[in-house]
């Protein structure tokens, strides 16, 4: 080492000093260069399978010199922050990239932990706008407890709840509850009226015992479309009676009694 700078002195004092700080600059530079991507799996084989098997656009578009610069022998950090490349979005202000990009040479493997929102909200945020302009308790859920572990993940309703009845699939959950705004709840006329049963078996029984033709009709195709929608008589049947009747009793019911029941 000594031998070697007393060279590099003489070669300093014999060119002058402005040479050797080019040298000293050039050196290691070069020496980098000198390592090809092909040369690393000489030594390392788990990065390059995994940039192999699922690098991704990290495989496509760059090499692993343009990440780890200058290896070796410079005794320098070479793990890159993913700032040199990903800045100026604000899902690249985030912290921790690597806590769900947990594989910087397979980036979108991602893992996801079960409290999160907010990092979600860089992407996607008509999402919570359902969730907060229609409150429920859906609302205090974090995104990831139901789009858990991988990203993209759909849940099953029944995975947190047991259906209204046994015959209920996951996919009529969906034709009645929206997930982002469960208590919002529409439905299409031809829903069966055993689903309404299962919490108004009150009004079912008392609709088919009666013997009268709205016994025919679906729940659904008097309380159209949205929960809890009373209908008019006179949405269906107009005005079927003199005005001057209708005048001095005004309520149909004073004498055809229930929708459920006419009899009474
Ligand atoms: C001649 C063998 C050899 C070659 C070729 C080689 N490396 Fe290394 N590399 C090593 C050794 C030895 C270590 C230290 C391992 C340790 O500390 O566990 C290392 C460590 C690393 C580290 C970890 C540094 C840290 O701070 O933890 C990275 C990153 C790395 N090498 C990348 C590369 C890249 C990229 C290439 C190809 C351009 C490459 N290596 C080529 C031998 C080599
Ligand atoms: C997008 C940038 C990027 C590219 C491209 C990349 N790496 Fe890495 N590499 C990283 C980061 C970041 C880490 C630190 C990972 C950690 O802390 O867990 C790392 C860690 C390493 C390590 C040390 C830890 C380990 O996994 O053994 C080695 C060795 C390594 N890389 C080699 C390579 C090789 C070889 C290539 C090309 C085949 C490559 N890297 C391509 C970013 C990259
Ligand atoms: C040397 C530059 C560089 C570094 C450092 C780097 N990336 Fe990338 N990354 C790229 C480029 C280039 C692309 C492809 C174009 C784009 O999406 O910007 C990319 C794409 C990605 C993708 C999308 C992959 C795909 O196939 O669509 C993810 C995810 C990603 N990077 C995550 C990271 C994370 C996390 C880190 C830090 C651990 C990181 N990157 C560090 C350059 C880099
Ligand atoms: C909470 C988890 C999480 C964190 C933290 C996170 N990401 Fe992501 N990232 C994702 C998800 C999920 C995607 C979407 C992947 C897809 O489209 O398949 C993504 C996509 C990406 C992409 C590709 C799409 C794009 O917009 O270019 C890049 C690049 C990226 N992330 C970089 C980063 C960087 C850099 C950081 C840190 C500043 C980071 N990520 C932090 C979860 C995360
Ligand atoms: C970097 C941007 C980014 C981040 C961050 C991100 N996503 Fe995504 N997400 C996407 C993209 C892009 C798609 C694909 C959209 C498409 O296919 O139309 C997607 C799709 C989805 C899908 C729909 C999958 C399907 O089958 O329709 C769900 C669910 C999802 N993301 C949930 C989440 C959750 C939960 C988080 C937070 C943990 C998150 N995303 C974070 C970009 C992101
Ligand atoms: C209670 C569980 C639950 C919560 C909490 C939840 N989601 Fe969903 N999300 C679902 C279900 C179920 C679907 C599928 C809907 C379908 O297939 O019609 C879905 C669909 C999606 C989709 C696909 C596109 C769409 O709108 O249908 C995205 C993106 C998404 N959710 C993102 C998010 C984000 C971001 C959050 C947090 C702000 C979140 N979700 C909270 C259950 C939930
Ligand atoms: C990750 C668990 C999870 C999943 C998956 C989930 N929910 Fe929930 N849901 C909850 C929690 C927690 C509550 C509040 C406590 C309770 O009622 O059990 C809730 C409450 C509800 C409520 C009542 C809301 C209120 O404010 O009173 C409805 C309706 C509902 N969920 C429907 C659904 C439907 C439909 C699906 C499928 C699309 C679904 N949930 C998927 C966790 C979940
Ligand atoms: C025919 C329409 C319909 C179908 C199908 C349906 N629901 Fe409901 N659900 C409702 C109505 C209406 C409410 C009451 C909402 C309210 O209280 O305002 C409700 C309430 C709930 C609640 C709140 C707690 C409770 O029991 O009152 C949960 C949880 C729920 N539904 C989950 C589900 C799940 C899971 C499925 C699929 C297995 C499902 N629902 C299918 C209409 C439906
Ligand atoms: C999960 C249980 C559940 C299901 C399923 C359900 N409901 Fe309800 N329904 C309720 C609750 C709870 C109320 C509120 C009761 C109250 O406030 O006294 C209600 C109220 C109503 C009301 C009365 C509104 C008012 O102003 O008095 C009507 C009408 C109604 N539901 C129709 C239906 C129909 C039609 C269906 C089937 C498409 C249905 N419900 C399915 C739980 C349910
Ligand atoms: C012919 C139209 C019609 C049909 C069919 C019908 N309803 Fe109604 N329902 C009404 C009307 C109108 C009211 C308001 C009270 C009244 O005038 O009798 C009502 C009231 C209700 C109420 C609130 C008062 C109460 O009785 O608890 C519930 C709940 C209800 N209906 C549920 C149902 C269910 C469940 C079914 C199917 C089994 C059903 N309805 C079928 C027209 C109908
Ligand atoms: C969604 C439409 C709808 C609504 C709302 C409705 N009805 Fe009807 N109603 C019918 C239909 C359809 C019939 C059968 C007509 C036929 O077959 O000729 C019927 C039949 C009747 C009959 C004759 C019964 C029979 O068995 O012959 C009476 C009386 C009647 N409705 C009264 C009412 C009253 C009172 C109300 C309000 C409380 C009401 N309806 C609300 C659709 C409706
Ligand atoms: C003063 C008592 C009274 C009032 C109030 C009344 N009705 Fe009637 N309605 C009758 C009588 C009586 C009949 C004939 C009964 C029969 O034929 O069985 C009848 C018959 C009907 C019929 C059946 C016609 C047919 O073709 O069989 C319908 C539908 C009807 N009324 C609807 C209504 C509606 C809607 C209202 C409120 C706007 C109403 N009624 C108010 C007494 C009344």
Known sequence: MIGRMKGIMTLACFLGAGFLVATLLTVQPSFAAALSPDDCIKCHDQAPMDI????????????????????????????????????????????????????????????????????????????????????SAHTQV?????????????????????????????????????????????????TPSKSCAACHDEAYELLIASQYKHKELLCATCHKEKHMTIPKCSDCHGSPHPAAMM??????????GLAHDLNK
């Open 247 to 256: 005048t001095k009793f005004p309520n149909c019911g004073d004498c055809h």
């Open 142 to 190: 974090a995104c990831s407890k139901c789009h858990r572990e991988k990203h993209g993940f759909i849940p099953e309703c029944s995975h947190c709840h047991s259906p209204h009845t046994e015959e209920m699939t996951n996919q009529d959950c969906l034709t009645c509850h929206m997930p982002h705004m469960p208590l919002a709840v529409t439905y299409p006329e031809d």
């Open 52 to 135: 192999d098997t699922d690098g991704r656009r990290h495989k496509t578009d760059i090499t692993c010199v343009d990440c780890h610069e200058g290896h070796p022998p410079r005794d320098l950090d070479i793990i890159p922050p993913c700032s040199n490349c990903h800045a100026d979005t604000p899902h690249f202000e985030l912290e921790g990239c690597m806590t769900c990009h947990n594989n910087p040479h397979t980036p979108l493997t991602i893992s996801l932990t079960d409290n999160l929102t907010d990092p979600c909200l860089t992407c996607h945020t008509e999402q919570m706008a359902q969730l907060q302009q229609n409150q």
